[in-house]
């Protein structure tokens, strides 16, 4: 765990904690839950809003088996309340997901997504 990491409320981690990694000055707000059966990356300066879901494992409809992929939040990004991202997803630098959105994949560094599921709507200016 970074420095100055800022914990709001009650937050709920399964599977194995070591398999989180948080940066500097991060914020995880009430009501988060992070699903660590494979690993959870938060980069520095990045905020996840309450309600939002971290889940590494998803259920293959295929094989009706459980596949656990990492999830990587990059630096800087903001993840508004109530976003669930799902297994094997990467949100870029500087980004921002809408409240209530749902992310299965990559978004880009520089970007806003919102929607269930999420669609980019613009990009973001970087400093």
């Not at 992929?69 to 630098?93: C, F, Y």
């Not at 980004?95 to 299965?104: D, H, K, L, P, R």
């Amino acid at each position: 765990m970074g420095n100055n990491v800022k914990i709001y409320g009650k937050i709920i981690i399964s599977g194995n904690p070591l398999n989180i990694e948080i940066g500097d000055n991060v914020t995880l707000n009430a009501g988060v839950i992070l699903n660590t059966h494979e690993k959870i990356k938060i980069g520095n300066n990045s905020r996840l809003s309450n309600g939002v879901q971290l889940h590494t494992t998803y259920l293959d409809v295929e094989s009706r088996r459980h596949i656990d992929k990492p999830i990587i939040l990059k630096e800087n990004i903001w993840l508004a309340s109530n976003v669930v991202v799902n297994a094997n997803s990467t949100i870029g630098k500087n980004s921002i997901v809408g409240a209530n959105s749902f992310i299965n994949g990559t978004v880009s560094s520089n970007e806003f997504w919102a929607g269930s599921p999420a669609k980019y709507i613009k990009g973001i200016k970087s400093e």
